[in-house]
């Protein structure tokens, strides 16, 4: 409570916040920033929030999707990497590299091209001319930098905060103004509940309010079976699992939900989104675990988390450490209906080039 009344008390910060992201629209709107639109398939995936509504297993998602039928790059910002400019993952490149969420997609998605990049209107077309059999790029987290005119805006929405209930930042959690949200061709409400009603369903479609054109999907996330994060052999969660939850992702919440009513107890070991764990991190993991009383122990981490502790493996490979995949679902049998609207957008250019 103390924390959202300190919040609350920023909203004049929040008001003139929101005022300079609206400027900022409306210039590039009006044409005086200039962006650009290449004659190629382009997806986007963002937000108008600040982490937290499942951006990452929505890109491997449209990636699982269509990664068999075409030729798939992604290109992601490379937040918190420690080098700069264009790279393509190749089979010696790290997290430190090319940043935890590209890595993920390289790890998860071996036969793609996946590419980072501060500058995406400089580094799209770097990717086409090396790789040049491209047939569709997934930009990750890109729906603010509007110098990219991507042709298909996908925008995420968690349930559980709208962004029509939410304010700017730093009172709320939203850095774009929610009359963004018109920029989409579609909206996907995140993290929903799997008994989602029809009801439910009404009201929340009522309320975002999408214009004729605006597609929108409500998905909920589910939990795979988790994995050795080394020797890759599956593991299991039981009523009799105790566990040491390793999280370094904006919203754990909706996973301390899941093990709440899967496992017999847990412990957390919070950090910050994107935190580069250290040698300092890796002890007090050791420790946290070693205190841990029951015989049947594991550590669990998510796959984010997971790709930035592989440099410990000298130090970790002989403990139960485990990775715990998600992946969207798209409810109320739409999943068709999605996959419809990615293909026949690619489709427009094959027919537009053709």
């Not at 044409?31 to 382009?42: D, M």
């Not at 040491?244 to 070991?269: C, T």
């Not at 997971?306 to 000298?314: D, G, I, S, T, Y």
Request: charged share 20%; proline share 5%.
């Amino acid at each position: 409570m103390l924390l959202k009344s300190f919040r609350y008390l920023s909203l004049p910060l929040s008001f003139l916040y929101g005022i300079i992201i609206w400027c900022r629209n409306w210039l590039f709107d009006k044409k005086i920033f200039k962006s650009a639109s290449f004659n190629f398939p382009i997806i986007c995936v963002g937000n108008l929030a600040v982490g937290g509504t499942g951006k990452t297993p929505m890109t491997e998602y449209i990636v699982s999707l269509l990664q068999h039928q075409y030729k798939v790059a992604t290109l992601s910002r490379g937040y918190k990497r420690k080098t700069k400019g264009f790279a393509i993952a190749n089979e010696t490149t790290t997290a430190i590299e090319i940043g935890d969420e590209p890595m993920q997609f390289h790890q998860n998605f071996p036969n793609i091209t996946v590419a980072v990049g501060e500058e995406r209107l400089v580094a799209i077309p770097q990717l086409l001319h090396q790789r040049p059999e491209t047939e569709v790029i997934i930009l990750d987290d890109a729906f603010q930098h509007r110098q990219v005119n991507a042709g298909l805006n996908i925008i995420l929405t968690d349930f559980k905060n709208l962004y029509t209930r939410d304010f700017m930042l730093p009172a709320g959690d939203l850095r774009d103004v929610r009359v963004s949200s018109k920029r989409a061709q579609c909206i996907v409400v995140t993290k929903c509940k799997s008994n989602l009603s029809e009801e439910e369903k009404k009201n929340i479609t009522k309320e975002i309010n999408p214009l004729p054109h605006q597609k929108i999907f409500f998905s909920e996330i589910l939990y795979g079976r988790p994995y050795h994060l080394y020797n890759k052999q599956p593991g299991n969660l039981n009523a009799d699992t105790e566990l040491l939850l390793i999280s370094g992702i904006a919203n754990p919440k909706p996973l301390q939900e899941f093990l709440s009513r899967h496992v017999h107890s847990y412990d957390m070991m919070r950090f910050a989104d994107h935190h580069i764990f250290s040698s300092t991190d890796l002890e007090d993991i050791k420790k946290n675990f070693q205190k841990l009383s029951s015989n049947n122990k594991i550590i669990l981490t998510t796959e984010k988390d997971a790709v930035r502790l592989q440099k410990f493996e000298a130090q970790l490979c002989h403990y139960p450490i485990y990775a715990l995949p998600i992946q969207h679902q798209i409810l109320f049998n739409q999943q068709e209906a999605f996959t419809q609207m990615l293909t026949s957008f690619i489709h427009s250019f094959e027919k537009r080039n053709g």
